[in-house]
């Protein structure tokens, strides 16, 4: 593959000079992006979770962390690794112990058909936790004490769902 002046100039300097210097490597290879870790997504989904069980803004929280609430959503998306020390910090705010973010992490990653890395714990189970609709629903269901009555509401929502299919 081959690109003139002119195309090297349409490109960042980075690439322009990683090309110059490795041209065998296309240039769709030095611009892919790299998808979270299914770890990183799953401790993120639960700093989300506890956060949003506390009532807590992204904002409060980069506040107290000294980070902005666009570095706290990139944490809780997975997209960007959240460190030791930045964790146990995050522990202590949310008042909870690291080992919290990790529960339900089940050994290394499994390879999918696809061989790609398996997420720890099913996508939709913590997606759903990790909203703020998701963790009102499971709060309010808890707080039914009447048993047949929370199996009456789970139906409620399943014929709900198969309505919708």
């Known amino acids: 593959m081959y690109f003139g002046p002119a195309q090297l100039?349409?490109?960042?300097?980075?690439?322009?000079l990683t090309f110059l210097l490795q041209p065998h490597v296309a240039a769709n290879e030095m611009m892919a992006k790299?998808?979270?870790?299914?770890?990183?997504?799953?401790?993120?989904?639960?700093?989300?979770?506890?956060?949003l069980m506390l009532e807590?803004?992204?904002?409060?929280?980069?506040?107290?962390l000294g980070l902005t609430f666009q570095?706290?959503?990139?944490?809780?998306?997975?997209?960007?690794?959240?460190?030791?020390?930045?964790?146990?910090?995050?522990?202590?705010?949310l008042k909870v112990p690291v080992s919290f973010f990790f529960d339900g992490v089940a050994g290394p990653a499994k390879l999918g058909e696809d061989g790609m890395s398996k997420p720890p714990?099913?996508?939709?189970?913590?997606?759903?936790l990790s909203s703020s609709d998701?963790?009102?629903l499971s709060k309010a269901?808890?707080?039914i004490k009447d048993s047949r009555l929370r199996r009456r509401v789970v139906d409620l929502v399943e014929e709900i769902a198969g309505e919708q299919r």
């Open 141 to 143: 269901f808890t707080n």
């Open 34 to 51: 790299k998808s979270p870790n299914p770890t990183d997504k799953y401790v993120g989904s639960r700093v989300r979770m506890r956060r």
């Open 56 to 64: 807590m803004s992204q904002e409060k929280l980069g506040e107290k």
């Open 134 to 136: 998701g963790l009102a």
């Open 9 to 16: 100039l349409l490109v960042s300097p980075f690439v322009t």
């Open 121 to 128: 714990v099913a996508d939709y189970v913590s997606d759903f």
């Open 71 to 93: 570095q706290v959503q990139k944490y809780e998306k997975g997209t960007n690794r959240i460190g030791a020390s930045r964790l146990q910090h995050i522990s202590q705010i």
